[in-house]
């Protein structure tokens, strides 16, 4: 549905995108994260505090979030929604398993909750939620991206947590609106565990209101924070090979023919 909002994609060629399918993490599960954290960003695994002690009532007030997935009805609501979740194809930190989607009425609720959607009806959240996890399945395409770049030491990196931050513009957003360009709408961090090593990306979420209504409405900019030398020039690598790819070059590294990578499926799988 909605586009990346990156025009090409680096040759298969590169050592950025020469993923080897049958590759896996060299370091031992012993060594990876084994935080578990469910999706407001709460460590939920036994070696949480939070885990042993739980705030009392409904709502948890560190974060003013449900303690629980709320599948009941909010009042006012007028007729049912679905309470059917997806299973993604987003690998879960401190897990063997992937992230699940919030159901329609999971959405519905939290919309509600935040004072948001007052333009949102009940029949409409159906396309609100798979727009939501076709945008999110987009994001890890373009985390997978730039893992690439680190696939000889980690073939198998996991998204850990993430935090949606639509008030804190990133520094790229509000470089790009002092010259013109459009604010984004929403922005998240992404945590992804790289084999034992936690990794922060920044995604800013635009839509373009003259596309409303088809798949280039929505574009994505995702690239790792500057958090480290290594997330920085992670930054120019993918500039130079993207940037080659871009005018039809060969690879700078292999010298081989720029291609297109090959992306991951990204159906998404139905958790009654």
Known sequence: MGSSGS?????????VINQDSGS????PESQRSTAVYNVYNQ?????????????QGDVDPRNNMPREPNQQPCAGQRQLI???RLISNIP???????????SPQMFYNALKRKGKGSDVEE??????VHAHNTMNELTWRRVLEWEALHHDTCGDPKLLRFMGKPHDLSPMARLM?????????DRHDWFVDRCGDEVRYVIDFYFDDDKAGTPEAFTLRVRPAVDSPSAALDRVKMNIYTTFAKYGLPCPVTGHSSGQLQQPNAEVRTNG
Do not use: E, H
């Open 7 to 15: 025009k090409n994609s680096p040759s298969a060629d590169c050592p």
């Open 24 to 27: 896996s993490c060299p370091v």
């Open 43 to 55: 460590r939920i695994d036994s070696g949480s505090a939070a885990s042993t002690s739980r705030p």
């Open 82 to 84: 679905s309470t059917s």
């Open 92 to 102: 879960k930190g401190g897990t063997q398993g992937t992230w699940v989607y919030p």
């Open 123 to 128: 029949a409409d959240m159906d396309a609100v």
């Open 177 to 185: 609106s002092w010259i013109g360009g459009p604010l984004p709408f």
